[in-house]
């Protein structure tokens, strides 16, 4: 089954400092993964998916299939990158088409 | 553009009365529709997800249903609530051709509360 994980309930760095938010994953096949994130008082959004290798608001996310992990990194964190994040992956098809599995979430604090 | 909405932004109810939260859809035909719960040290769990009208299917046994009676209208029940009902009830959009590789679109949330 399917299955993906964040280890790190809450994570605080400072303002300036590197970040990386965890995720790992559990899946038969080629993974397409995502990172959406919720910051306060705002609808939970995508922020960015492994296809497109983007960077958006700089974060970047590299899929390593070796260690089935898509981390979220970032180089300088701001305070407006307080969020909840979370790390996301598709079903394959069959009964798991339509279906996003969602880790635990990583609450994210960037202190001034 | 698209837009999605969801009612009551905040419902306090007592144990073992009836729910009904409502989701709806603008901007867009035949979409992919989900209702999930983000209850506190849990994330995000998906409930239920729909491809299309009266098309539902349930991931977590529980005392919860979902009903699409229109295209863009999905709705969330329940016929006796529970205090472990209680949470943050969030729905969301998807276009279809992708299935859970299309980007989804969340709503602004419901907040249950049972007592």
């Known amino acids: 089954a399917q299955r993906v994980t964040q280890p790190e309930k809450l994570l605080s760095v400072f303002k300036g400092a590197p970040v990386e938010l965890k995720c790992n994953y559990s899946y038969s096949g080629s993974p397409e993964l995502f990172w959406y994130v919720q910051y306060s008082r705002q609808r939970l959004q995508l922020l960015l998916r492994h296809i497109s290798r983007e960077s958006i608001k700089g974060f970047t996310a590299d899929l390593n299939k070796g260690e089935t992990s898509f981390h979220l990194k970032k180089p300088f964190a701001q305070e407006e990158d307080s969020a909840m994040y979370y790390c996301?992956?598709?079903?394959?098809?069959?009964?798991?088409?339509?279906?996003?599995?969602f880790g635990q979430g990583t609450i994210l604090t960037v202190h001034p | 553009s698209q837009t999605i909405h969801q009612w009551p932004a905040t419902l306090v109810q007592p144990v073992g009365s009836p729910l009904s939260l409502e989701c709806t859809v603008e901007g867009t035909s035949n979409p992919n529709l989900y209702w999930y719960r983000q209850a506190a040290g849990r994330g995000l769990q998906l409930l239920f997800y729909s491809v299309g009208i009266g098309q539902i299917s349930s991931e977590v046994p529980q005392n919860l249903s979902a009903s699409r009676p229109q295209d863009r209208q999905f709705i969330l029940s329940s016929k006796k609530l529970l205090l472990s009902d209680s949470g943050f009830y969030l729905c969301?959009?998807?276009?279809?051709?992708?299935?859970?590789?299309?980007?989804?679109?969340f709503g602004p949330g419901t907040r249950l509360l049972v007592l």
């Open positions: 969301a959009w998807s276009g279809a051709s992708g299935g859970a590789r299309e980007t989804q679109y």
């Open positions: 996301a992956l598709p079903g394959a098809g069959g009964t798991s088409y339509g279906k996003l599995t």
